[in-house]
C-alpha cells in the first residue's frame, strides 16, 4: 500500500488531503528527510524543524501563484518533496543534482534564490509590492529564523513594509537556534516567550485557580497561546506597522492551517510567530542540533559517530589553535564572530577566552565596524568570517577599517571552491575584491603550516590583512608549535625548471608541483596577492620565456591580473596564462570534481600549458633543482 508521502507529486495533491491526514503525512515526511539526508549528507536540524509549517504553508496557499521566500534556505527540503523533486533527493547537493538551498532554475516554487540570510523579508516584500501595483491577488510570505532576524536588514525591511501598501506575511520561525546558539537582546527578548517570570506565575497561578471549573480551564488554555502575545513581543513588531499574532505551536497542523488561513485573509502587513524545535522527531538531533546543522552521511539508528581514523587536520582547526596561541600571548587579541563559532573554528577560543570572544549574531557589517571600534582603542581584532559572507560588509571593510588602516585581521575561511553548498557560498571573489582596497594585504597559505604563520604575520602588521583559507584540510603539512611570523610580501621558489615558471598563489600550489615535474617547469609558491613579491616576480620573469599564474578564486581581477599589472608597471613583456576560476557560477558539487572541470587540477594545469605554449619545447628531461 502506497504511502500518504508517495501520493504528493505536487502541492495541488497535498491540498486535496483531508485536513486529518495531515499528521501522519508530517510523520511520513520527517521519516524521509532523516533517512534522505542520512544517505546523502545535508542539513538536518533545520529541515526537521520545518515539515509542519512547510505542510501547512502549501495547504494553506495557492503555491507556486502564491510566493513562499524561505529566509537561508538550508530548512527547504520538506519544501522541495512536497514540490515534485522526492525522487531527486537521493541527488541533493551532488553535480548535476538538487541544490541544497532554493534555486529558482530548480523549480517554479523555488520564488527566490536564498542562502545568505536576513534577505527574506526584502525579497517578498518586492514582489508584495510588485502584485499589488500590477493589480494581482498574490500573497507573498517570508519565512525568517530568530537568529536570522538578528541582521539589520531584516529590520530594513520591516521599517519599509510597515508602511507599504501590499498583502505581505512575515513568519519568524522561532527555534532559539541558527548554526550557532543566537545572541543579542532581540534573541533575549524573544526567549522571554517561555521561560519569563511574569508569563510563567500567571499560568501557574491561573491553572490551580480555574482547575476548579473544568469549563473555565479548558477556556483559559485555548486562550493561552493568545495570552503570550500580550508579554513578548507584540508591541516590537507592531511598532513597525504590522499586525501581530502568536506565538503559536509550530509542530502542531491544528494551530497552524487555521491561523494561516484566517492571515490569508488580512489585508496589509502581517507576523505570525511561531515556535519549533530544531531536530523535531530525532531525539538525536533534538539533543544536540549543532551537530546535526549538516551531517555528513551517517546510520539513524546509530547517530554520528568518530571516523575511525582520525581526519586530517582542518584549516579551520589550524586558525582555531593559533588564535587561542596568540591570545595567551598577546592579550591585546579579541576574537570576533558573525554567528559562525563552529564553523569558524572559536569553540575552544570561547571556552578560554570568553571575556575576549564577541559573537555578535548574523550582522557582518556590524562585525566589521565593532572591530574598527576595537583597533582604534588599541585592541587587536581577528574577524573569522567565511570569505562569502565577508562580501556583506563590504563598505565597513573600505570605509571604516581600510581607509583608517586599522590593524584588523581578517581570517576568510572557505575561499575558493567549497563543493557541496556551492555558488552562494563559494569564496572566488575575495582576491578581486580586497585587493583594490589601499591599505589591504592577502595573504594565500599553500598548506597549514604555512597557514599558521601567515596568521602570525597578519597579526604582526598595522594595518588590516586578510588571511585566505579553503574548507577542510590540505596535502597534511606537519604544523609547527610556534608563533613565528613568516616573512612580510615575500615568496619562496620550490621547484627550479626552465622556459615557463608557475606562479602559484595559495593551496594549489601542490597540483602546480605535479604539473611542473612533468613539464620541467619552475614553481614559485607566492603566498602573498597583495603586495606581490616583486623582486621574486621580476628575477623569475627575466629567467624564464613565459609566465603562468595558478589561484583558486575568480581569475578576473586575481592575482594573475595582479601578476599582469606588475609586469605592465615594470615595463617586461612576457607570455602570460592566467589560471583560476572562469567568469561563471560554480556549481555544487565534489570539490575535486569541480576543480578538475575548472582546469585546476594537476592535469588541467598541465594541459593548459601545453596549449598555450605548444612551441616551447616542453617536457624535456634534463637534472632537477629542488630549492626549498
Same mark, same amino acid.
Given at each position: ?15 486535496? #488531503?483531508?485536513? *486529518? ?22 542539513? #538536518? ?48 547537493? @551532488? ?38 501595483? @500590477? ?46 546558539? &543566537? ?105 544536540? &542540533? ?57 569553540? +575552544? ?111 604582526? @602588521? ?89 589561484? +583558486? ?33 560554480? &556549481? ?7 576543480? *578538475? ?32
Amino acid at each position: 500500500m502506497a504511502s500518504l508521502l508517495e501520493t504528493i507529486q505536487s502541492p495541488q495533491d497535498l491540498r486535496r #488531503l483531508p485536513r *486529518a491526514q495531515l499528521p501522519q503525512l508530517a510523520e511520513e515526511l520527517r521519516a524521509f528527510v532523516l533517512d534522505s539526508v542520512s544517505r546523502t549528507g545535508g542539513h #538536518l536540524s533545520s529541515n526537521l524543524g520545518t515539515v509542519e509549517l512547510t505542510i501547512a504553508l502549501h495547504y494553506v496557499f495557492n503555491t507556486p501563484h502564491d510566493r513562499l521566500v524561505w529566509d537561508v534556505g538550508h530548512q527547504t527540503y520538506p519544501h522541495k518533496i512536497l514540490t515534485g523533486r522526492r525522487d531527486r533527493m537521493g541527488t541533493l547537493r @551532488q553535480l548535476g543534482g538538487l541544490a541544497g538551498f532554493p534555486l529558482r532554475t530548480e523549480s517554479e516554487y523555488d520564488a527566490f534564490g536564498t542562502a545568505h540570510s536576513s534577505t527574506s523579508i526584502s525579497a517578498a516584500l518586492g514582489m508584495a509590492v510588485a502584485a499589488h501595483r @500590477q493589480g494581482e491577488d498574490r500573497k507573498a510570505v517570508a519565512i525568517i529564523g530568530d537568529g536570522a532576524m538578528s541582521a539589520g536588514m531584516a529590520f530594513e525591511a520591516l521599517n519599509n513594509a510597515g508602511v507599504a501598501e501590499c498583502n505581505l506575511l512575515v513568519i519568524l520561525n522561532d527555534n532559539d537556534m541558527s548554526i550557532s546558539p &543566537p545572541v543579542g537582546a532581540l534573541n533575549r527578548y524573544l526567549a522571554q516567550l517561555m521561560s519569563g517570570q511574569f508569563y510563567a506565575a500567571a499560568k501557574s497561578v491561573g491553572k490551580n485557580v480555574l482547575k476548579v471549573a473544568p469549563p473555565l480551564f479548558q477556556l483559559a488554555k485555548r486562550f493561552e497561546e493568545h495570552a503570550k502575545g500580550m508579554v513578548v513581543p507584540a508591541t516590537l513588531f507592531e511598532q513597525f506597522g504590522f499586525n501581530y499574532i502568536g506565538p503559536i505551536d509550530g509542530h502542531d497542523l491544528h494551530s497552524l492551517i487555521p491561523t494561516l488561513e484566517n492571515l490569508k485573509h488580512l489585508k496589509g502587513p502581517q507576523f505570525l510567530h511561531v515556535v519549533t524545535k530544531k531536530g523535531q522527531g530525532y531525539k538525536l538531533a533534538e539533543a544536540d &542540533p549543532v551537530a546535526y546543522h549538516g551531517p555528513g552521511k551517517f546510520d539513524p539508528a546509530v547517530g554520528l559517530v568518530q571516523p575511525a581514523t582520525p581526519p586530517k587536520t582542518t584549516f579551520t582547526q589550524v586558525f582555531g589553535q593559533w588564535l587561542c596561541d596568540m591570545a595567551t600571548q598577546d592579550a591585546r587579541l579579541v576574537g570576533i564572530t558573525p554567528a559562525m563559532r563552529e564553523g569558524s573554528g572559536l569553540v +575552544e577560543f570561547e571556552k578560554r577566552f570568553p571575556e575576549r570572544y564577541f559573537d555578535v549574531g548574523i550582522a557582518e557589517q556590524h562585525a566589521v565596524t565593532f572591530a574598527a571600534g576595537l583597533a582604534c582603542e588599541g585592541l587587536k581584532p581577528v574577524v573569522a568570517i567565511y570569505s562569502t559572507f565577508l562580501q556583506r560588509a563590504y563598505d565597513q571593510l573600505i570605509h571604516d577599517v581600510a581607509l583608517q588602516k586599522l590593524p584588523v585581521v581578517l581570517a576568510l575561511d572557505r575561499a575558493g571552491i567549497v563543493g557541496a553548498d556551492g555558488p552562494t557560498h563559494a569564496g572566488a571573489y575575495d582576491i578581486p575584491y580586497l585587493r583594490c582596497i589601499p591599505n589591504v594585504s592577502i595573504a594565500c597559505p599553500a598548506d597549514e603550516n604555512e597557514c599558521r604563520g601567515l596568521l602570525s604575520a597578519a597579526f604582526a @602588521q598595522d594595518h588590516p590583512v586578510a588571511v585566505r583559507y579553503p574548507r577542510g584540510a590540505g596535502v597534511g603539512a606537519a604544523v609547527d608549535a610556534g608563533l613565528a611570523p613568516l616573512p612580510f610580501g615575500r615568496g619562496e621558489l620550490r621547484r627550479q625548471g626552465q622556459r615557463v615558471a608557475i606562479l602559484a598563489f595559495g593551496t594549489l600550489l601542490h597540483p602546480a608541483l605535479r604539473a611542473a615535474e612533468r613539464l620541467n617547469a619552475t614553481v614559485v609558491n607566492m603566498r602573498w596577492a597583495k603586495p606581490l613579491d616583486q623582486a621574486l616576480l621580476l628575477e623569475v620573469a627575466a629567467r624564464h620565456e613565459a609566465l603562468v599564474t595558478v589561484e +583558486e578564486g575568480a581569475v578576473m581581477g586575481g592575482a594573475g591580473s595582479a601578476v599582469a599589472e606588475a609586469l605592465a608597471a615594470a615595463g617586461v613583456a612576457k607570455p602570460l596564462l592566467q589560471l583560476g576560476l572562469r567568469d561563471e557560477f560554480i &556549481p555544487h558539487g565534489d570539490p575535486a570534481r569541480l576543480l *578538475a572541470l575548472q582546469g585546476l587540477d594537476d592535469a588541467g594545469i598541465e594541459r593548459s600549458i601545453c596549449e598555450r605554449f605548444a612551441g616551447l619545447a616542453l617536457r624535456e628531461p634534463p637534472e632537477l633543482k629542488v630549492v626549498r
